[in-house]
């Protein structure tokens, strides 16, 4: 060992180095530091996978277990800040006539407009003419 030899440690006794000492004559990136780290690096992420799963182990166990009987109970009504709906057309069109009035109450399945046929019709000629014409393909 006198003539300069590099003797390392078997390999079930690691030497350990902290990270960025130098360890030996090789500039400090001796196997022993690649060891250390990825063995930190483990144990981090070793701690972290422990504290998620008892995270939701725990949360999960109390959801299962717990017992929420209790709730409160209230009456109330539920309206629109200004009681205005949007009323839309899925085509469009142009209004012909308007049936109710502000303020008026309506039920479900009112009429509360009529729209021009003009628009309607002008689609169904269109797509008449498509349908003569790949009849006629």
């Given at each position: ?44 992420a ?6 998620i ?27 629109t ?33 009529r ?23």
């Amino acid at each position: 060992m006198s003539n300069g030899e590099v003797v390392s440690a078997p390999p079930d006794k690691r030497s350990v180095t902290p990270i960025g000492a130098s360890a030996g004559t090789n500039g400090g990136s001796s196997p022993n530091d690649k060891t250390r780290s990825v063995s930190e690096w483990r144990l981090i992420a070793l701690a972290g996978y422990c504290v998620i799963g008892l995270t939701f182990g725990v949360g999960g166990v109390w959801a299962a277990v717990a017992q929420l009987d209790k709730a409160v109970i209230g009456s109330g009504y539920v309206a629109t800040e200004t009681n205005r709906k949007t009323v839309e057309h899925y085509e469009g069109g142009i209004i012909r006539e308007v049936l109710v009035k502000e303020g008026d109450h309506v039920t479900e399945g009112q009429v509360l407009f009529r729209l021009q046929r003009v628009l309607a019709e002008a689609n169904s000629e269109t797509v008449q003419n498509q349908l003569d014409s790949a009849l006629a393909l």
